[in-house]
């Protein structure tokens, strides 16, 4: 398939290994954060959001942290598998409708 | 399927043509918007709806792209007299309320020749 980005930040992991992707927002305004996974050919998915009255969410093999004093989001994968191979997105969201993404980070994962 | 839905996938065409494309929201959803997305980087906004009415229009559009959603259900957007320039991924995404996940379509990639 096609790629969705040829000079990303590029992270490499083994499986089974945890992974971390990181984001630095601009705009200290913003409350509502998003990340998102892109498959290549394939539009943004839905992974997990946090609002800024939290410094921390999880899910199902992930989890947000969000450290507003360093304007800072992290994506944290445990157990990363074969599948989490993608682009990873963050948004950021100050209460409108707009979403501002970050450029995204391509993880890599190694058999 | 009760996700966001796009249409065509692809579409190539030759520069100075104009282009159509389709999208359909979760069915739920009163808030659509567009997005342009080049290699290499995040989806930048170009344009929102809610319901019929097109609240606001980016700069990145120039005045040969125009979107509609005449019913307020599913929109499109076209291109006239495309440029080569005019090569990306145009996503479409809804949502329900307006800081709510935005729930991406496929995408739509345009290659002008």
């Known amino acids: 398939g096609e790629s969705v980005g040829l000079h990303l930040p590029t992270l490499s992991v083994q499986e089974g290994d945890n992974s971390i992707i990181n984001c630095a927002y601009s705009?200290?305004?913003?409350?509502?954060f998003i990340w998102y996974k892109q498959e290549s050919g394939k539009g943004p998915q839905f992974i997990i959001d946090?609002?800024?009255?939290?410094d921390k969410r999880q899910g199902q093999r992930v989890t947000v942290l969000l450290n507003k004093t360093v304007k800072h989001l992290s994506l944290q994968i445990a157990a990363t598998q074969p599948g989490d191979s993608a682009v990873y997105f963050c948004a950021e969201n100050s209460g409108t409708y707009k979403y501002i993404f970050g450029t995204g980070t391509r993880l890599k994962v190694l058999a | 399927d009760t996700g966001v839905s796009q249409n065509p996938r692809h579409k190539i065409t030759k520069r100075g043509q104009n282009v159509t494309f389709r999208c359909d929201p979760i069915s739920e959803h009163n808030r659509l918007y567009w997005y342009r997305q080049t290699l290499g980087q995040g989806p930048e906004f170009l344009t929102y709806?809610?319901?019929?009415?097109?609240?606001?229009k980016s700069r990145l559009l120039s005045d040969r792209f125009s979107a509609e959603r005449p019913k307020g259900s599913f929109s499109t957007l076209e291109i006239q007299r495309t440029e080569q320039g005019d090569s990306a991924m145009y996503l479409c995404?809804?949502?329900?309320?307006?800081?709510?996940?935005?729930?991406f379509g496929p995408g739509t990639r345009l290659l002008v020749l």
């Open positions: 946090i609002r800024s009255n939290m």
């Open positions: 995404a809804s949502s329900f309320k307006v800081q709510e996940t935005q729930y």
């Open positions: 709806f809610q319901n019929e009415a097109q609240l606001e």
């Open positions: 705009n200290s305004a913003s409350d509502y």
